[in-house]
Each structure stands twice: as C-alpha cells, then as structure tokens.
C-alpha cells in the first residue's frame, strides 16, 4: 500500500499541513482519486479533503480530524491557557502563596535535574549554576531544605555540594541528614533512612531499576516531614519544586495533605498532581526569552521565598517591639 503526501491550505492563512494519506483506505470508488503530482504530494482544498474523509470512514476520520486539529499550533495555545489557569505560574500567584504559608513552617524540597540543573545530554555535566547554589544555600539557612533526586545521593551531593541540606537519593531511598549539623534537628543521624538499602547497590542510574517496594519520592517527602517533628503538624507548609513523573509522587502526597503546594517545572502542558507551574528557559532560549521568562524560574522562585521570610521576618520583629 503505497503512501501519499497531501498539502492541506486553507487559501487564506498561507499555513499548510502535510499529510500522509493512504489512497485505498481514505477514497472509496465513489470519490475520485486524486491526479499524480511530482514528488508525491497531491495539493487539494482543505475543505474538499475533509468532506472527502467524513464520507470514506465516519467517526474514525473524524477522530482523525479532531487529533490534527489538537495537534495544530493554535489548539496548543489554546491548550496550554487552560492549563495555566489550572496550574498557575508560582511566581504570579505569589502573594497566594504567602498568605497560604504565613504563619507556618515551611519546608523546602527541590527536585535536582531539571529543576536545580538544566537538562543535558550527559548526565555526568548536568552541573547547578553558582547563582542556584548560592540560592539554595540562602534557602537552608531560612527553612529546613531537602533534595530529592532519582539520582544516587552520592552522585547528588557532589553537583549540589552544600552539606547544609538533607539528600533524599535513589528515588527517596536512601535519605541522610546534613553533614554539617541541623538547626532542625538536634544532632540528626547521618543516615536518616535506607528503606531498601540492599537494593542501593543495584540501583543503576542508566537502566533504571528499582525495587518493587512502595517507596518513592512521596514517601520519603513525609519521611522527612516526620523526621523534622512534622508528622502531625497543622502549621507545617511543605514547598515541593520538581519537573518530572517521578516527582508527582510527591505532588500527589501534598495534595492529599492538603498542605503546602507542588510547582511544576515545565514549558508544556504535563498532566500534574501540582497546583503551580514554573518555566525554566531552555539554553537556546536563554538570550531572546530570558528576561521574559527569567522571573519563572526555579531559583527566582526561591529567591522570592527568600524574600518573603525577610518580609515575614520584619513583621515578626515589628510586632515583638510592639
Ligand atoms: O530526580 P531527578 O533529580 O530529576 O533525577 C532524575 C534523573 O535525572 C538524570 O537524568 C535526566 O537528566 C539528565 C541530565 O540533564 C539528562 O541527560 C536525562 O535525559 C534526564 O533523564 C539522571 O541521569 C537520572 O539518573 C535521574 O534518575
């Protein structure tokens, strides 16, 4: 069964789509094939194409349709509107957030690649920049902060390097307290928990594999929480910031709470248990879109939670000098 290309244009917009058409299953006998054009593609009107579809195959060509119409660069807009409507940018809904979290502890969990990191094509070089260091650095001086991170805590540890923070490696399965000593926590054991520490060894970071153990990052969210006294703590508001599948456990456990909030790192709309999204600005992107997406990212993220504890902060200070 041989293939055609077929050059769809409304005569107006000057914008085309190509398809591949299968002649013998789309043109029944009773409508006419189309005449053999060079290299393939046949050019006929967007209007006559459809009519010709909806009478060879019904509902199947019309979801067909349909499934090219979402793909189409105006329902991706479209698409992506109703998305941020349900996930807003962190950083417009600040002023939600505070009044949210006012009042409360809040706790800080930030994802490593893709959310700490920009994604690269050698994990080995996906290096933080010195401003998100110094960012996160700020972060755990304020609040008790923990990286979460598919990756093993070892590998995450020497990108982050701040021995301040909490490390949650391996999926959440193998958690260590700060080698540095914890304000939160009086003399923290430096390894917190190791849920299936005879799995660690064969967690391979290239192949994937984990253990059937219901252990992700959701559980080691709350394990942490737990560790820090939070367990059953009304006035705790955990902040989870991550980007990908793995971190929805994560979202998810905070939704069921119903306490703090997950933000999604992401520049395309992404089914997500996260209630605000975050876009990080690609490298290419980087010098035309940075200062319009610049205020999106992660560490400008964090650096308004920064902001808002000093605000917090001189709130505090007022009302003890009266
Ligand atoms: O939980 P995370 O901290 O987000 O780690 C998830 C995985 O991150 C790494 O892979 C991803 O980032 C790489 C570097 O940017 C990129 O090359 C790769 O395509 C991404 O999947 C890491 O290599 C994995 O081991 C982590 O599980």
Redesign the pocket.
């Known amino acids: 069964m041989t293939k055609q290309k077929a050059v769809v244009g409304d005569g107006k917009s000057g914008i085309d789509m190509s398809l591949a058409v299968v002649p013998t299953a789309l043109f029944t006998t009773d409508v006419k094939k189309p005449p053999f054009m060079p290299r393939g593609y046949i050019k006929i009107s967007k209007k006559k194409l459809l009519k010709n579809l909806e009478i060879s195959s019904g509902a199947r060509i019309n979801t067909w349709v349909e499934s090219m119409r979402a793909s189409s660069p105006t329902s991706n807009r479209q698409d992506k509107t109703t998305w941020m409507d349900r996930h807003p940018s962190a950083l417009n809904s600040f002023d939600e957030i505070t009044n949210a979290s006012r009042g409360k502890q809040i706790v800080m969990f930030l994802?490593?690649?893709?959310?700490l990191?920009?994604?690269?094509?050698?994990?080995d070089?996906?290096y933080m920049s010195d401003a998100m260091r110094a960012t996160v650095r700020k972060l755990a001086g304020c609040f008790p902060t923990a990286?979460?991170?598919?990756?093993c805590r070892d590998?995450?540890y020497n990108f982050v390097k701040l021995a301040e923070l909490y490390y949650a490696g391996s999926?959440g399965m193998d958690i260590k307290g700060p080698s540095k000593g914890s304000k939160y926590m009086k003399s923290p054991p430096s390894v917190l928990c190791q849920p299936a520490s005879e799995f660690l060894p064969m967690i391979d970071?290239?192949l994937?594999i984990r253990p059937t153990i219901k252990w992700d990052?959701g559980k080691a969210l709350e394990f942490l929480l737990e560790s820090l006294g939070y367990a059953n703590c009304t006035d705790v508001f955990p902040i989870y910031i991550?980007?990908?599948r793995?971190?929805e456990d994560a979202f998810k456990v905070l939704r069921e709470r119903g306490q703090g909030f997950g933000i999604l790192v992401s520049k395309i709309p992404k089914d997500t248990n996260a209630s605000y999204s975050l876009q990080e600005p690609s490298e290419a992107n980087a010098k035309t879109k940075c200062l319009k997406w610049g205020d999106m990212s992660p560490r400008n993220m964090c650096t308004a939670i920064l902001d808002f504890k000093n605000v917090c902060t001189v709130e505090q200070v007022k009302t003890i000098s009266g």
Do not use: F, L, M, Q
């Open positions: 994802d490593y690649d893709g959310t990191s920009p994604i690269v094509d050698d994990p070089r996906a990286i979460v991170s598919g990756r590998k995450v999926h970071e290239v994937e990052k991550g980007d990908d793995t971190d």
